[in-house]
T-cell receptor
Framework: EDQVTQSPEALRLQEGESSSLNCSYT??????LFWYRQDPGKGPEFLFT???AGEEKEKERLKATLTKKESFLHITAPKPEDSATYLC???????????FGAGTRLTVKP | ETGVTQSPTHLIKTRGQQVTLRCSSQ?????VSWYQQALGQGPQFIFQ???????GRGNFPPRFSGLQFPNYSSELNVNALELDDSALYLC???????????FGPGTRLTVT
């Protein structure tokens, strides 16, 4: 069965303090790995899709990378507005569902 | 280009009742997926509709059912509500079951 585990559960950073969020996954055939940002009480906002090991994508202060077993979301010089829950999800070639992790709750203090 | 919209925003129901939640897909999208998100958890896949046909289902009982209409809007129906059904219900649309799904703001359902 597909599984997604995110760590840490919560992360508190000072503004400008770079860090990484981890997403470990188990899937029989990876169709895609997705990163979303979710603000409290709102729907997830799409950030990145990664398809194969070695792939990297960047958007502003965020950079996502992918290996055969895990993905990292690197946050460089974060700002308070980056505070949110970051969700990782995988999609398997064998079905149409998207399996989400529980998320990492990021707080950036000014 | 309009995004994904959902209605209502909030809903309070009593155990045993039935509820219908609605979703309007992003313009040009023909695939819709529904998710249940409990507090502090990631979204859980309920089912997906592609061109008005169910195209995949997660581990949810038959009392969770859905419809997709010719204009690609969608409904999620839940019968015989249970307390554990209290959650944020999200719909997400995409084009031709593409990998990138765009989520609506969700409907917060409370069952008392």
């Amino acid at each position: 069965e597909d599984q997604v585990t995110q760590s840490p559960e919560a992360l508190r950073l000072q503004e400008g303090e770079s860090s990484s969020l981890n997403c470990s996954y188990t899937v029989s055939g990876l169709r895609g790995l997705f990163w979303y940002r979710q603000d409290p009480g709102k729907g997830p906002e799409f950030l990145f899709t990664l398809y194969s090991a070695g792939e990297e994508k960047e958007k502003e202060r965020l950079k996502a990378t992918l290996t055969k077993k895990e993905s990292f979301l690197h946050i460089t010089a974060p700002k308070p507005e980056d505070s949110a829950t970051y969700l990782c999800a995988v999609q398997d070639y064998n079905n149409n569902d998207m399996r989400f992790g529980a998320g990492t709750r990021l707080t950036v203090k000014p | 280009e309009t995004g994904v919209t959902q209605s209502p925003t909030h809903l309070i129901k009593t155990r045993g009742q039935q509820v219908t939640l609605r979703c309007s897909s992003q313009s040009g999208h023909n695939t819709v997926s529904w998710y249940q998100q409990a507090l502090g958890q990631g979204p859980q896949f309920i089912f997906q509709y592609y061109r008005e046909e169910e195209n995949g289902r997660g581990n949810f009982p038959p009392r969770f059912s859905g419809l997709q209409f010719p204009n690609y809007s969608s409904e999620l129906n839940v019968n015989a509500l249970e307390l554990d059904d209290s959650a944020l219900y999200l719909c997400a649309s995409s084009f031709d079951n593409s990998y990138e799904q765009y989520f609506g703001p969700g409907t917060r359902l409370t069952v008392t």
